[in-house]
């Protein structure tokens, strides 16, 4: 059975809360209306790009009105798609209320402060970023050196809370790659509460969860007992001027997670990356080939990863919720020789 018409048109509507364009939304194809009544009227997005042009309508052969630069946020005020019914891709944001951007270089965030504890109960504590972006600092000082940048739904170890000259808090984070901490005003982390760390259906036999990665379509589906019950676009292994990074055909577990990494390799000026925080990761290989939650783009739906499944970060953190092993809140990873089943498919 083709994996599109897997899900019925209310399961894809009714999944489709997960994000703005992670899941492949069941537009008509004929389809050019604006739709705004399901958008939060706090919804944001970040330019994930260097730049991006805005048209004046939700199209490439469009007129160009304008451009934005990376890290730029912007009040989505609507949806739209194109009349590109053979793009992979065809959803645009009205941003401002004006012109139209592509989807798939604008990451979905908002802006959502949080009240900071005064003590960290453990030794770690998972946190994510609430913000469409904080600067990771060498000290707990508005003017120190920024260490990295840190963006939304991004995800990070809190080790302590400190409090600066004008008595303000923020989180000390500590980073498995350095030996060093790095620290982010505690009203951009959000602490996770145990609870949304515990194991999604665990009424179902671990032997009857599996997963499959459609390379061609591009999609990720999870079954129960052979009954979908989830599916998100992903962008899988693709092509780069230095090399093939293909994601693996064949049957996987997710033996190795971690609900937070960063991950790091090669030169950044040749398709290198660094890329902190990255959220919710699900290992299949031992060469590192993973589910993971992504920020750096949403463009989904074409390969263009070093070889990882790439999907948005809120499904890769029920894929991570739903899969063995299971992480203990105060572990950082979990690597074991069981976990769930998945089959990666051409």
Known sequence: MDPETLLSRRDFLKISGLGLIGLFLPFPKDSFELRTNFLPSDQQGRVTDASINIYEKPSFESKIIGFY????????????????????????????????????????????????????????TLAEVTVPFTDARAFPKSSAKVMYRFYYETTHWVEQVVFDEEDEPWYRVSDEKFERHQFVPATHLRLIPDDELTLLSPQIPSDQKRIEVHLGKQLVIAFE??????????????????????????????????PSAHMAAG????????????????????????????????????????????????????????????????????????????????
């Open 69 to 124: 630069w990376r890290d730029i946020v912007l009040p989505i005020t609507g949806i739209s798609v194109s009349e590109q019914t053979d793009a992979y891709n065809r959803v645009w944001y009205q941003v401002n209320g004006d012109g139209y951007v592509y989807s798939g270089s604008i990451q979905p965030v908002k802006t959502v402060l949080n009240t900071p504890v005064q003590v960290i109960q453990r030794k770690i």
């Open 225 to 258: 007992a052979d009954q979908p019950v989830f599916m998100t676009r992903a962008s899988t292994g693709g092509s780069f001027n230095r090399g093939i990074f293909a994601t693996p055909q064949g049957k996987h577990m997710t033996f190795h997670k971690r």
């Open 267 to 346: 030169n950044l000026a040749a398709n290198g990356f660094d890329l902190p925080g990255v959220p919710w990761v699900c290992y299949i290989t031992e060469s590192g080939v993973a589910f993971h939650g992504t920020y750096w783009h949403n463009d989904f739906g074409r390969p263009r990863s070093h070889g990882c499944i790439n999907i948005p970060s809120k499904a890769a953190r029920w894929i991570y919720r739903w899969t063995q092993p299971v992480v203990p809140p105060e572990l950082t990873y979990q690597f074991l020789d069981y976990g769930t089943r998945v089959d990666v498919l051409a």
